[in-house]
T-cell receptor, first 115, second 110 residues
Framework: NAGVTQTPKFQVLKTGQSMTLQCAQD?????MSWYRQDPGMGLRLIHY???????DQGEVPNGYNVSRSTTEDFPLRLLSAAPSQTSVYFC??????????????FGSGTQLSVL | GDSVTQMEGPVTLSEEAFLTINCTYT??????LFWYVQYPGEGLQLLLK?????DKGSNKGFEATYRKETTSFHLEKGSVQVSDSAVYFC?????????FGTGTSLTVIP
């Protein structure tokens, strides 16, 4: 069972380039989310989705775009990469019960460097 | 807003020592509380959780009790092993969002 799959694992971009980080889950989870992990700051929520066609902003959404056209996929787009977006990115999904979330399942992460 | 405050590390312990990692939270409503663990090069994995006051979560010898009166969810283990070396994150969930602490790095030496 694959769980949450993120691609690529590593990426180097030049300032101003755009790219898409892919995330797919095969657990039929309604909830999907993107975090960035920076030293000393823990995980910060970028965007999340509670179902196909529904997305919302998290704590640090600027410079990122998301869409949710299917239950399985939740890509994260960097519109114009900046050095401040150098980070490790994690996708996570969860089953929703009673309006809340059960535990998060995490992908293995994407290490992004912007030069 | 909702937040989690976690003791800073790094923490270095000898094998078989007692572990405590402090976590306090601020939340409106009634959050669920979690401890996640991250091994090098991997994503986070759920270690344990508690969904209401006075609940105790436990897994792999780790325990944490949901204390509403002190808004705390401290992680404890009676005897750590080298294999417990990892980064530990306290987290809370209210509705649609999870909030994570900054993480505590634990190194256990033989």
């Amino acid at each position: 069972n694959a769980g949450v799959t993120q691609t690529p694992k590593f990426q180097v971009l030049k300032t101003g380039q755009s790219m898409t980080l892919q995330c797919a889950q095969d657990m039929n989870h309604e909830y999907m989310s993107w975090y960035r992990q920076d030293p000393g700051m823990g995980l910060r929520l970028i965007h999340y989705s509670v179902g196909a066609g529904i997305t919302d902003q998290g704590e640090v959404p600027n410079g990122y775009n998301v869409s949710r056209s299917t239950t399985e996929d939740f890509p994260l787009r960097l519109l114009s990469a900046a050095p401040s977006q150098t980070s490790v990115y994690f996708c996570a999904s969860s089953k929703r019960t009673g309006g809340g979330n059960e535990k998060l399942f995490f992908g293995s992460g994407t290490q992004l460097s912007v030069l | 807003g909702d937040s989690v405050t976690q003791m800073e590390g790094p923490v270095t312990l000898s094998e078989e020592a007692f572990l405590t990692i402090n976590c306090t939270y601020t939340a409106t409503g009634y959050p669920s509380l979690f401890w996640y663990v991250q091994y090098p090069g991997e994503g986070l994995q759920l270690l344990l959780k508690a969904t209401k006051a006075d609940d105790k979560g436990s897994n792999k010898g780790f325990e944490a009790t949901y204390r509403k009166e002190t808004t705390s969810f401290h992680l404890e283990k009676g005897s750590v092993q080298v294999s417990d070396s990892a980064v530990y994150f306290c987290a809370l969930s209210t509705g649609n969002q999870f909030y994570f602490g900054t993480g505590t790095s634990l190194t256990v030496i033989p």
